[in-house]
């Protein structure tokens, strides 16, 4: 994650991550992607059953849950498991993790043994006593996934009716108090949605946006020729710099984040220094802080059946199952060549990112979608905008 309105706007400073030692077990969950110990945020897809049927789904999420998917017993014990490690945050996700009719309970067994508990969800299942019961609970988080507005909401789900009952689920999280916020993967054909999605944030005063990259995984394969041109993904990052400054300026500041381009970061930066502007030093120190893509070192994902990956996109990749050995104890295996690599990929990637003067700072960028688009791993990630100029040592 690029945190947009923490580097370009000033909201956090290098010094707000020192002071905790930048350790994820102490650091807020504004400061995470600061940490120095890594351990990971764990995506957890507890179910493949969705209610809809989006044309991008990296989990090429299906109307019935899997017979596979964890017991409730198997899924507290993977918990005790991922507490005890020090993971700092569950991202329930799915499928639509409200489909399953525990995660209220499972939210709450990890909120007891210390750990944030967030979702990822359409929103379309959040009612009234939903949303309370998730407060009660102490849920840190919901990210509901909108990708335009109505129109072009809504054919991305292959559900009329969708963008609507989101919404409405947003309003009964925030009537509960619960801090939500926005999804929003960008395309070709949502490319002109960034705007009226800004408007939306300021309109219901929804206080957080995350803009995600598209990675070519599940259903999102297909859509690699949609996936926006280097020119165009500059556009965009402009206008959401440019959207994040102005409700700053004018009082009303959110937190806006990219995901899953790490050529983000030195973007921007890159566009402070040609704006002379005087905290260009310290953004490039927090970028170096974050250490770029995290995939099997600071974030990682267990599926429905207990399979661990790398990340939720890196689906077709096993590590092993936490049915048969601890989370913590695949995690820290290095016995696999893969998971091994993927602790230090700077000395395994090829061609313009090998020498890269940004490498420590984008970590190499996404290994998924390099060999989705090429077959090799250790290829450039081709989202990769940065010009040859801009990554010259």
Known sequence: MIGISKLYCG?????????????SARL????????????????????????LNCVHCYARAVKRPSEKELSNKESKAVIDDLAAFGSPVILFSGGEPLMRPDLTDLAAYAVDKGMRAVISTNGTLITGKKARDLKSIGLSYVGVSLDGMEEVNDRFRNTKGAFRAALAGIRNCQDAG????????????????????????????????????????????????????????????????????????????????TVDNHADGPYVYLRM?????????????????????????GIGCISWDGAVHAD?????????????????????DLSNPLMASLK??????????????WLDVCGGNFRVRAEAATGDLWAPDPACYLTDEEIAG
Not at 222 to 227: K, R, S
Not at 344 to 357: L, P, T
Request: some cysteine.
């Open 11 to 23: 909201t956090v400073e290098p010094s707000d991550a020192l002071r905790y030692n930048r350790d």
């Open 28 to 51: 807020p969950s504004h400061l995470l992607q600061f940490s120095s110990d890594k351990k990971p945020v764990v995506v957890w897809n507890i179910t493949q059953a969705c209610n």
């Open 178 to 257: 619960i801090k939500v916020g926005l999804r929003f993967t960008m395309n070709r054909m949502n490319y002109g949605e960034i705007n009226p999605i800004f408007d939306l944030l300021e309109e219901m005063e929804i206080p957080r946006a995350c803009f995600y990259h598209l990675v070519y995984a599940g259903r999102g394969s297909q859509l690699i020729d949609q996936d926006l041109s280097h020119e165009e993904s500059r556009t965009a990052l402009d206008l959401i710099i440019d959207r994040t400054k102005t409700l700053h300026d004018n009082g009303k500041p959110k937190e806006i984040l």
């Open 273 to 297: 220094l040609k704006e002379e502007n005087p905290r260009a030093g310290e953004v490039l120190e927090l970028l170096r802080m974050n250490e770029g893509n995290s995939s099997g070192r």
């Open 312 to 332: 939720q996109f890196w689906r077709h990749y096993t590590f092993g199952n936490v049915l048969e050995r601890p989370f913590s104890e695949i995690w820290t």
């Open 344 to 357: 230090d990929k700077k000395q395994h990637v090829k061609g313009r990112c090998a020498s890269c003067r």
